[in-house]
């Protein structure tokens, strides 16, 4: 195997097994996905160029693109039927090709367009060991923007599927997937055809963002400042980790009067802002940490946990069979839920002691745009009375590296007289410190998930025509962590858009070749994050 998409990948790339917990075999077979998705791609892109397009192909890239996502699935078997699917996506997308075009192609059809038998699991195995990332024929720096492309989809990917959840998809979305998954089996290409992807893939993703936006406020309302309990409520408990808030809402529905309470974790945490989901009494409040502390800290849960999205972890062995899975998430013996019937998790979570009552602090969350801009006023007010001199946008993945104190160690010496922007898991490393407020504004605002980007962004675009100057003029720095594809997705948003002067960490992607960098460093002025002090330092002059 070899997989590097990852933050914590080992020495450049996985290569016996994934720091992550990922075989060789799911590995195998998820090279074998995305292979099969690239021949699925080829046609589908062809067809479109005829006009024709196949709601049944467009979907599936979602489901492949995210399966293969980092703490998604580690699920041999599940993962071999996705393959199985795709070689029959492939056959289909041909076919649809061939009608509309009226006959075979007449060009080369690359490798990964031709088919292949679905067989066993273990025949898929030896499939996708040919198929690995890993690629000479193909010049390192192309292999590594053409890497950037697929992590960045595969971080839309997550997105849209959400979006798609509540019911909402945008076909250009499909266009570009096809297009640009195809692209990366053209050797007619170069480096700067696929900066171009790169950049558009980043559009794409700000697309997606807005739709998975829309698709949320117009489910549950936007988000509101709402103060999170980080004690316990007594009672019997279930606790809901991952991105989805469609599937948290069923759940509440569903727990309604069953004297079972809901709390989230990770990434779950802004569900609390939203109207629709915050007047669920029994939404209780949030547990634990980052996705990485999961292994720790689920063992002192006393209810059923369910995992909705990424990021999950190897399951101890004193949690694993109060643990369950949905959607795309799937490890292997742990049981797993599809559809909307929470009834085995509440079942779960009634047979277990539960929590006693054990108030503790609370925190604030609920800042998205529309809350944001809500005062902005107030917001423009104190930064041209020298009340507000800057604004840090501290955001994106946590995950288990000790380079990652630098955010604690940032946000803590941010001074007084400026603002923290926070959004996704990386928040965890120093939101539940007290930052205060400046002339009632709070020093640290949570706008949300990792997809709550798009709200960070409307707000300093908002910003920016409020002082009349563009985004990078502002008094606003961007200090991100990145973990995984998602974070990739975001990056090629803010690229897209001209952010410049980002501060990226705690380590640079293996992915990325020097030539690569050096080409973001010129254009883009990103740097590697430094000490807290010294990059402190030199944004505040
Ligand atoms: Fe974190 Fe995991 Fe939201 Fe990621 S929980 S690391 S970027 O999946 O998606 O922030
Ligand atoms: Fe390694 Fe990350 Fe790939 Fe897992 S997802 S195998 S940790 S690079």
């Avoid at 397009?53 to 071999?80: C, H, P, W, Y």
């Avoid at 030896?126 to 690995?132: D, I, N, S």
């Avoid at 640009?180 to 997606?208: H, P, Q, W, Y």
């Avoid at 858009?497 to 992607?509: A, D, E, R, T």
Wanted: charged letters at 20%; proline letters at 4%.
């Amino acid at each position: 195997m070899f997989c590097y998409q990852c933050e914590q990948t080992a020495n450049g790339g996985c290569s016996r097994v994934g720091v992550c917990g990922k075989q060789p075999d799911v590995a195998a077979l998820q090279d074998q996905l995305v292979f099969a998705m690239k021949g699925i791609a080829f046609w589908a892109d062809k067809a479109r160029q005829k006009g024709i397009k196949d709601q049944e192909i467009d979907r599936f890239m979602l489901d492949g693109l995210f399966t293969t996502v980092t703490n998604v699935d580690f699920s041999a078997e599940e993962i071999a039927k996705l393959v199985r699917t795709a070689a029959q996506m492939r056959v289909k997308a041909q076919n649809i090709f061939e009608k509309a075009n009226g006959g075979a192609y007449g060009g080369a059809v690359p490798a990964a367009a031709q088919a292949f038998n679905p067989g066993t699991t273990a025949e898929l195995v030896t499939l996708g060991a040919q198929h690995g990332v890993k690629d000479d024929s193909i010049d390192p720096d192309v292999k590594s923007v053409q890497e950037i492309i697929i992590y960045g989809m595969k971080g839309y990917a997550a997105y849209a599927h959400h979006a798609l959840v509540i019911g909402l998809e945008n076909d250009e979305i499909y266009a570009y997937t096809h297009k640009a998954l195809a692209a990366t089996l053209d050797k007619s290409l170069g480096l700067m055809d696929f900066v171009g992807l790169a950049m558009e893939c980043g559009r794409i993703n700000l697309v997606t963002m807005e739709l998975l936006n829309k698709a949320n406020t117009d489910s549950f309302g936007h988000p509101v400042p709402t103060p999170v309990q980080l004690g316990t409520k007594a009672g019997k408990a279930i606790l809901v980790s991952g991105h989805d808030l469609r599937m948290l809402e069923e759940l509440l529905k569903q727990t309604v009067g069953t004297g079972v309470n809901v709390y989230t974790h990770g990434e779950m945490l802004p569900a609390h802002g939203y109207p629709g989901l915050k007047k669920y009494a029994h939404l209780a409040g949030n547990f634990g940490g980052a996705w990485q502390d999961q292994a720790k800290e689920f063992v002192n849960f006393p209810g059923a946990i369910i995992f909705n999205t990424n990021c999950i972890q190897r399951p101890a062995d004193s949690y694993k069979d109060r643990l369950f899975t949905w959607g795309l998430v799937q490890w292997p013996d742990v049981k797993h839920l599809d559809g909307y019937d929470f009834s085995a998790v509440i079942r779960k979570a009634q047979e277990l002691p539960g929590f006693e009552e054990n108030p503790g602090k609370e925190i604030l969350t609920g800042f998205g745009h529309n809350a944001v801009l809500g005062v902005a006023d107030k917001v423009i007010d104190a930064v041209k009375a020298g009340q507000i001199r800057h604004f840090f946008l501290i955001g994106g993945c946590d995950g288990a590296k000790s380079g990652r104190n630098y955010y604690t160690e940032f946000a803590e010496k941010v001074p007084k007289d400026c603002v923290i922007l926070t959004l996704a898991c990386g928040k965890y490393r120093f939101n539940k410190l007290d930052f205060g407020d400046i002339g009632g504004i709070p020093r640290l605002l949570d706008i949300g998930q990792c997809n709550d980007a798009y709200s960070a962004i409307q707000i300093a675009v908002a910003l920016a025509g409020a002082f009349n100057c563009g985004v990078n003029d502002l008094p606003l720095s961007m200090i991100l962590s990145w973990y995984e594809q998602k974070a990739v997705a975001i990056l090629l948003t803010l690229l897209h858009l001209g952010i410049k002067n980002i501060k990226l960490g705690p380590s640079l992607p293996a992915f990325i070749t020097p030539n690569v960098l050096n080409f973001l460093v010129e254009n883009f002025n990103i740097a590697p994050i430094g000490t807290a002090e010294g990059d402190l330092k030199q944004i505040l002059g």
